[in-house]
């Protein structure tokens, strides 16, 4: 247990509904990171912020797709309209910027979507 | 752009030792690796922040050759334990993001 929480767990939704997870990072990590991973696949970079800053952004993040840091603490990722492409695990990560570079970056368990 | 690892997969002995390489076409800042087991969250193993350093834990070590833009897992005397994917992050810029390989697919056997 790394100290990064994610839920739900997993997820089975019906195409065209709205999902939402959340995460919890480790408590003094100003640091939060999504990445989305299929199977046999390495962990492909969604979106992270820095305390409540949405600092960068991937092309993957489509309009679909929404996170969400509002008070620099938990995170939420919102798909709207899912699509059977969106089935993947969604992975949290956080880090403590406390270097210009080289922070190590602790992942949650991640959230299975499948979508149906 | 994605850093490629190679190989893509290997089959090991216990006891038996192996390298799994990872190469990137842009500047490196530092290199982490993680190992991976199957549907768990990547787990960090170590990091590499300056050219030609070397970090071990255990019977795991690894380098980083930052002119080559390149940096090597080495596993020693494999245990069943080490079986899983491992993946490196590189980091590119001073961001912090990390973007990772295709990851190396490692089994170890009795």
């Known amino acids: 247990d790394t100290g990064v929480s994610q839920d739900p767990r997993h997820k089975i939704t019906k195409r065209g509904q709205n999902v939402t997870f959340r995460c919890d990072p480790i408590?003094?990590?100003?640091?939060l990171y999504w990445y989305r991973q299929t199977l046999g696949q390495g962990p492909e970079f969604l979106t992270y912020?820095?305390?409540?800053?949405?600092?960068?952004k991937s092309r993957l993040l489509s309009d679909r797709f929404s996170a969400e840091r509002p008070k620099g603490s938990f995170s939420t990722l919102e798909i709207q309209r899912t699509e059977q492409g969106d089935s993947a695990m969604y992975l949290c990560?956080?880090?403590?910027?406390?270097?210009?570079?080289?922070?190590?970056?602790?992942f949650g368990e991640g959230s299975w979507l499948t979508v149906v | 752009q994605q850093p490629v690892q190679s190989p893509q997969a290997v089959i090991l002995r216990e006891g038996e030792d192996a390298v799994i390489n990872c190469s990137s076409s842009?500047?490196?800042?530092?290199v982490h690796w993680y190992r991976q087991k199957h549907g768990e969250a990547p787990v960090f193993l170590m990091i590499?922040?300056?050219?030609?350093e070397q970090k071990g834990h255990d019977k795991i070590s690894a380098s980083f050759n930052e002119k080559k833009q390149q940096s090597s897992l080495y596993l020693t005397a494999s245990q069943l334990s080490y079986s899983g994917t491992y993946f490196c992050?590189?980091?590119?810029?001073?961001?912090?993001?990390?973007?990772f390989g295709g990851g190396t697919r490692l089994m170890v056997k009795p």
């Open positions: 590499l922040l300056k050219g030609g």
């Open positions: 992050g590189t980091e590119n810029n001073a961001g912090n993001m990390l973007t």
């Open positions: 990560a956080s880090s403590l910027k406390g270097q210009t570079i080289g922070n190590t970056i602790y």
């Open positions: 912020f820095q305390n409540e800053a949405q600092l960068e």
């Open positions: 408590s003094e990590h100003n640091r």
């Open positions: 842009k500047a490196l800042y530092s």
